[in-house]
């Protein structure tokens, strides 16, 4: 699978607070938050669900990942999504290892793994 995604039992923005905090303690920080259905509304597109892009970054992985292949730098930063499933609040991620397989580079995918896990531990931790 592609992807982890699992259940928060709190409210989105609750979930995305806890999960900053988390990423914290992992020398992560959000760059940037994407309010897509804010985004679609101003846009004059009805779109009601609740759905955040969260980009992430540790400044030290990202230049770890550079240094030994420039082209991974298509899968940076890090994507963290937080939404609405009919009632139940959802947070997931596009598994870094998945990405990385597309670069065939065995010292990255050793990075994209620890990455993923450090990751995940951050989702399960909110």
Known sequence: MFH?????NQ??????????NTLK???????????????LQDKGVDFEVPYRVL??????????VL??????GYFLPCKIVVYDDN???KIGMPKPTVLIEMLDDESVKNLAKDIEKRLINCIDNV
Not at 4 to 8: I, L, N
Not at 11 to 19: F, H, P, S, Y
């Open 67 to 72: 240094t030994k292949d420039k082209l991974a």
């Open 25 to 39: 303690d992992e020398g992560f920080g959000v760059l940037w938050q994407f309010d897509i259905q804010e985004k």
């Open 55 to 64: 980009e992430v970054c540790n400044p030290h992985e990202a230049k770890r």
């Open 87 to 89: 009632g139940k609040t």
């Open 11 to 20: 409210a989105i923005e609750d979930t995305i607070k806890r999960l900053e």
């Open 4 to 8: 982890y995604t699992t259940e928060s």
